[in-house]
């Protein structure tokens, strides 16, 4: 039971790599940006992201904060389980005893598979739960992050910031002026020519 409940924390050790998704928006105006076009140079720096997932307080704060959840959560499913973890037991002791007739031991086992059933629903709350507190932690680190790197990349005058290490590469933070997402889209998508239907049946002559 604990180790399903404390396996909540091993998602959490790598939690910081989902920082940042870009979305893409259409848009009608598919050119190369100015700073592309003009031949702007982009001044790049990169930052090893294993060390800020060690380092950085934050992540190690939230890290504790999920730590103390799980805690909890266990000392709850252990206070909220004992009545009926204990009921189980007496159950099993008169039905294993000299005195339980056929009858006491069928209404034994129908009792027995509540508990069970009631502690598997038990159980399975409060994984939802942590699972929810999770997914906040990881939103509330996206967001921090996310800001945090694009006010040092802006104070620092560089355009493009680049994680590089074993928990991924990709980018951090990225000038407006330097994403061409949009154009190369349309210049796959004009290069792009779609294979026969092969599901199109042939007429016959």
């Known amino acids: 039971m604990n180790e399903k409940i404390t396996a909540v924390l091993i998602t959490l050790v790598v939690v910081w790599t989902s920082f940042l998704t870009f979305k893409v ?9 100015d700073g592309i ?4 140079n982009a001044t790049v ?6 060390s800020i997932q060690a380092n950085w307080q934050f992540i190690s704060d939230r890290e504790k904060a999920m730590f103390i959840a799980v805690q909890q959560a266990q000392m709850s499913m252990e206070r909220r389980s004992r009545p009926l973890q204990e009921e189980a037991q007496e159950l099993i002791a008169y039905a ?3 005195n339980a007739t056929s ?6 086992q129908n009792r027995l598979v509540e508990i ?15 699972m929810q507190k999770e997914s906040m932690i990881q939103a509330e680190i996206a967001v921090q992050l996310s800001s945090e790197v694009k006010s040092f990349a802006l104070e620092s005058d560089l355009d493009v910031v680049l994680n590089w290490g074993r928990s991924g590469e ?9 994403d ?26």
């Open 103 to 108: 009858d006491d031991v069928m209404i034994a």
């Open 180 to 205: 061409v997402t949009v154009p190369l889209i349309q210049f796959m998508n004009e290069r792009y020519v779609p294979e026969a239907d092969s599901t199109q049946i042939e007429s016959k002559p």
């Open 37 to 40: 076009q003009k031949g702007q």
């Open 25 to 33: 928006f259409g848009s009608e105006n598919s050119e190369l940006p």
């Open 116 to 130: 069970e059933n009631a502690l598997g629903q038990m159980q399975s709350q409060q994984q939802t739960e942590l």
């Open 170 to 178: 990709g980018v951090l933070y990225g000038q407006p002026g330097f």
């Open 96 to 98: 294993n005893g000299p």
């Open 45 to 50: 720096a990169f930052v090893h992201g294993d």
